[in-house]
């Protein structure tokens, strides 16, 4: 039986970034005032696993919420409407191990999966974190494969703790079965 386990990825270096970009008709803006029930409302949409509620934003961003201006971007369609959105967040000693870069809260509306704005998006925050950090992390769940996928496409790998954890290992082995993703193979190898 597939079990659902919390998983954390990170990327050691933020040069050789992809470069994909965003398919016609979308286009990416940065957090406005007044974004949060925006965020709220895509969360809600496509989050199948947490219950998102309204004080989540506030909870997740609001002592550094001074940042969003410049780390929190939104995809939109051709009638200006927020379809996506993700955070180029940061971890000030995440691990023990120092500063860190994070994709944080990465959100595709349902109707709009599968047409590559997660890859887009992923590709823009990267970007915009390799401005101010040389590498990243995020936190996921194993059940969250198609994300799974656009992060290690994205040279993302699991964490080096995560091979001391047999739970933790488990999940990325059922992940690896459904995936087949080389990078992941190499890891699981390694």
Known sequence: MYRDVGVSMVRSTLTGLPSWSFPPGFAVRTYRNGDAAIWTALHEDAEPYINITDSLFGQEFGD?????????FFAENDAGKPVASI???????????????????????????????????????????????TRAMLETATMRIWAIKVYLDAGFLPAPEDCSDPMVLDGWRAVQARLAHPGLAAWLEG
């Open 64 to 72: 550094r919420r001074h940042a969003l201006h410049d780390r929190m």
């Open 87 to 133: 955070t180029a967040w940061w971890q000030p000693d995440w691990c023990g191990q120092g500063e860190w870069g994070q994709i944080h809260w990465v959100v595709v509306k349902r109707a709009f999966q599968r047409l590559g704005l997660g890859k887009a998006m992923v590709a823009h925050a990267l970007r915009r974190l390799a401005q101010d950090h």
